[in-house]
């Protein structure tokens, strides 16, 4: 099992070694010092940045956090985890404390954008100006995308932008809500 922590801005080990999960996983971050500007950006004061350590103290896991709507919803951006280490339920203890973390300070709700960039879902390669809520009520999972992870975790589709990537390439939106209303509270108090 990983250790969480938060990503420590003078360890510089642990910031390359976050910044080489990101090149290894995703094409958003072609390169390392694309990488490291997203690593530093992820370290800003109002957000929330998470590492998995293994028992070598090495980065295996990254997760990062931000408020948006006064605070309400925070956005979880990124979520990766070392491709020789995922199965191994790292990926769902990042997103369980980087939902702690949001919850602990006044969010509501947690949500994320998963894109298809690859033919990954029935969403992508078709025109979802046509019938979009019928799509995305049928949608299948036809190469392991991650949306299906995120539903295990709890989120729901709340939406899709089509086109997010380029012509028949969506961006999948999915949110999950971190507390319930206080009974007896007014409408939009926390």
Same mark, same amino acid.
């Given at each position: 099992m990983a250790a969480i922590i938060a990503l420590d801005p003078q360890n510089r080990r642990h910031r390359r070694q976050a910044a080489e999960l990101l090149v290894e996983n995703f094409a958003a971050w072609p390169a390392m010092e694309i990488a490291r500007a997203e690593v530093s950006t992820l370290l800003a004061k109002n957000r929330v940045c =998470?590492?998995?350590?293994?028992?070598n103290d090495r980065v295996v896991g990254l997760v990062g956090g931000l408020p948006d709507y006064d605070g309400?919803?925070?956005?979880?951006?990124? @979520?990766?985890v070392k491709k020789s280490e995922q199965g191994?339920?790292? +990926?769902?203890? @990042?997103?369980?404390?980087?939902?702690?973390?949001a919850k602990a300070r +006044?969010?509501?709700t $947690? $949500? @994320?954008?998963t894109d298809d960039e690859s033919g990954a879902t029935t @969403?992508? +390669?078709?025109? =979802?100006?046509d019938g979009l809520w019928k799509r995305v009520s049928e949608?299948?999972?036809?190469?392991?995308?991650p949306y299906s992870f995120y539903e295990n975790c709890g989120y729901s589709i709340i939406g899709v932008v089509p086109d997010a990537n380029g012509y028949g390439r969506p961006d999948i939106l999915m949110a999950k809500r971190l507390r319930e209303k206080k009974s007896g509270g007014q409408k939009g108090e926390r």
């Open positions: =998470l590492v998995a350590v293994d028992e309400n919803v925070w956005e979880l951006h990124p @979520l990766v191994r339920g790292i +990926g769902r203890q @990042l997103v369980a404390a980087i939902e702690r973390a +006044g969010a509501i $947690m $949500m @994320l954008g @969403l992508s +390669g078709c025109d =979802l100006y949608i299948q999972n036809l190469k392991n995308h």
